[in-house]
Every structure is written in C-alpha cells, then in structure tokens.
C-alpha cells in the first residue's frame, strides 16, 4: 500500500486478497478501515468473522447452528453468539 491513494476496486481486490488467506484479526481491522475510507459494503464478507475479537471463522474457531431459521455461530475465542436470518 506504500502510503499512496488507492482506487475503490484496488482496495475490493486487496480486501479480497486478505480474505483468502485466512485473516488474523489486526489483517480484519485493517479491511473494515480500508472498506470504511471508500464506503465498501462488506456484504456477506462481515458474516466470516467475529463482531467482538475479529477473529475469522473457520472449524477450529466457530460452532455453527441452525435452528428456526437462523444461523447461530458462536466465536469460541470470546464466545459472542452471531445470529443471522437465513433466506427462505
């Protein structure tokens, strides 16, 4: 990143990037900032991580449940409980 502006899809295809690689939560502080300075929505990229410790969620660091219609992922780091609507 060097210090310089950065384009809007410079900065989608650097988030991606990240992403990929299975983020450490200061690598997920740095995409909402960078989603942040150029009003990026994160979409369904907000759901692969943690709300509370940033942690990325994968098997190790999350227990997923699905009861009622919601998807239920509990970070097991800091224990938050994420519940999204899932569609029809």
């Known amino acids: 990143m060097n210090g310089k502006k950065l384009l809007r ?5 650097e988030i991606m990037r ?22 990026i929505k994160l ?9 509370k ?3 990325y969620f994968d098997s190790k660091n999350s227990e997923v449940r699905i009861k009622k219609g919601m998807k239920i992922v509990k970070c097991k780091k ?11």
């Open 53 to 55: 410790c940033f942690s």
């Open 78 to 88: 800091c224990g938050q409980i994420n519940r999204w609507k899932m569609k029809d």
């Open 43 to 51: 979409g369904f990229l907000r759901k692969t991580f943690c709300k």
């Open 9 to 13: 899809e410079e900065i989608q295809d």
């Open 18 to 39: 990240i992403l990929s690689a299975g983020p450490s939560p200061n690598e997920i502080k740095k995409i909402r900032k960078l989603a942040m300075s150029k009003n």
